[in-house]
């Protein structure tokens, strides 16, 4: 069996890209799953600006990256989406919308209808088909739960089908959240630390709440069929207003 590295991080439009990069550096993942990258109409997104500075210290990832949403309510506007980076390449890759920009536009461009979607991509870990998953779903006032952001979770679960996954998540949601007990019931890992906050409001407009406020939103998911060895960690980083996640397991 050989140990891997698959970390989830959402890194806030990449705008520390130098900080992101040392971080990957120093934890060597072999998959990444990353949420919130930007794409500026005069440059490449954001999950292939970072594997570039990667590969400029020797750090090879394929990378795929999905957008789902060009930002109506900020200047100058940008793309965003969700991405995965892998050492190992990827079989094929999927885009699932969970939710439209139809339904952003019919109730009158409300952030909590913007688009969102998942990228899925297969790759062959030690013989076995392994689903890698990044999204980031809605955000609903308080981290509250909603019907709407039950529908992108169930829109996510059926992509994801009975396949192994690995799911790298912002899912906007507390760990008391019915959205969060739907997809844990239909893993085989369940970690330890959901106590422990992986997001610090730094909005000075105070949108989210108190500046400094802490909250578990972001978590990695996965079923795979062997988990005994399987070993999580949140990291310290002063890349994003998230902390990255990771997972360590053998195959």
Known sequence: MKQYKFLSWNIQGGKKLTEITQLILNENPDFIALQEVRHYADQVDGATLL???????????????FQTFVSDRHQPSYGIGNALLSRLPFKSIAKKWLSNL????????????????????????????????????AYVEGFADHSFKQEQTNQLLKAMGDNEYL?????????????FKTIQVKTTF?????????????????????????????????????????????????????????LTFNL
């Open 51 to 65: 594997k570039n500075e990667l590969a400029k210290l020797r750090k090879i990832y394929f990378v795929e990256y």
């Open 102 to 137: 139809d339904e952003y536009l019919s109730n009158e461009k409300s952030a909590l209808y913007e688009p969102r979607g998942a990228i899925l991509a297969d790759v062959e870990i030690a013989g076995n088909k392994i689903v890698l998953v990044s999204t980031h779903l």
């Open 167 to 179: 799911l790298g998540i912002d899912l906007n949601s507390l760990p008391d959240s019915s959205i």
């Open 190 to 246: 369940i970690e330890h630390l959901l106590n422990q906050s992986t997001w610090t409001n730094q909005n000075p407009n105070g949108k989210y709440g108190k500046i400094g406020d802490q909250k578990r939103i972001d978590y990695i998911f996965t079923n795979l069929k062997d988990s005994s060895n399987t070993k999580f960690a949140i990291l310290n980083a002063s890349g994003s207003d998230h902390l990255p996640l990771l």
